[in-house]
């Protein structure tokens, strides 16, 4: 192992990360078929991301000022456990710099971001077809669960309730 690998930060990212994250966000997102590289879109989610450090988290690990890996926290509230959870997210790291710890210490430090901020749960989603990165969450004591995820783009979510609302006081 050189200097270089073991000298790595992990720190909270700040706005001058993103064309890192951005880049991070291309390599995972490579890997996940559901997803699709546009830097744009990306980067609004990043820019929204950054914006609310009080319910967001983004963690980036950097090696001689250069973001090699990331990983996102968001907090949601659950009624299944009457209280605040956060989903993980994006977590990534280059793939010349897997190995060596960095992945498990962004994960390990998004987590604690969380439960500093009383969540109750932890939970994220991984391409069932990614199987290093199951065997990562494996390793790191993740539990599968027998949930799925499902999801609905917004242009096919139906009618927004407000425009049944007004076509509905129209028809009075």
């Known amino acids: 192992m050189t200097d270089q690998r073991v000298n790595h930060t992990i720190r ?14 291309g390599i995972l997102f490579s890997i996940e078929t559901d997803f699709v590289v546009d ?7 990043l820019e929204m991301m950054l914006a609310d450090g009080t319910n967001r988290c983004i963690m980036v690990a950097e090696i001689n000022q250069h973001v090699v890996g990331m990983c996102t926290a968001q907090m949601l509230v659950s009624t299944a456990e009457g209280g605040i959870v956060a989903l993980i997210e994006d977590l990534v790291v280059e793939d010349e710099w897997r190995g060596e710890g960095i992945g498990k210490e962004l994960l390990l430090s998004a987590g604690n971001w ?4 009383g969540v109750t749960r932890l939970q994220l989603l991984a391409d069932r077809n ?3 990165a199951l065997e990562f969450y ?7 669960t ?4 499902l ?9 927004p309730l407000s425009v049944l609302t007004t076509q509905s006081k129209l028809a009075e």
């Not at 909270?12 to 966000?25: F, T, V």
């Not at 830097?39 to 989610?45: K, P």
């Not at 027998?146 to 995820?149: E, G, V, Y």
């Not at 999801?151 to 009618?159: A, D, E, L, R, V």
């Open 146 to 149: 027998r949930m799925i995820c």
């Open 130 to 132: 990614n199987v290093g």
């Open 39 to 45: 830097e744009g879109t990306q980067q609004r989610g």
């Open 12 to 25: 909270r990212a700040k706005p001058s990360d993103l064309s890192g994250m951005i880049k991070l966000l």
């Open 151 to 159: 999801n609905k783009k917004s242009g096919t979510c139906g009618t």
């Open 138 to 144: 494996e390793k790191m004591d993740w539990e599968v």
């Open 114 to 117: 969380a439960i500093t901020r």
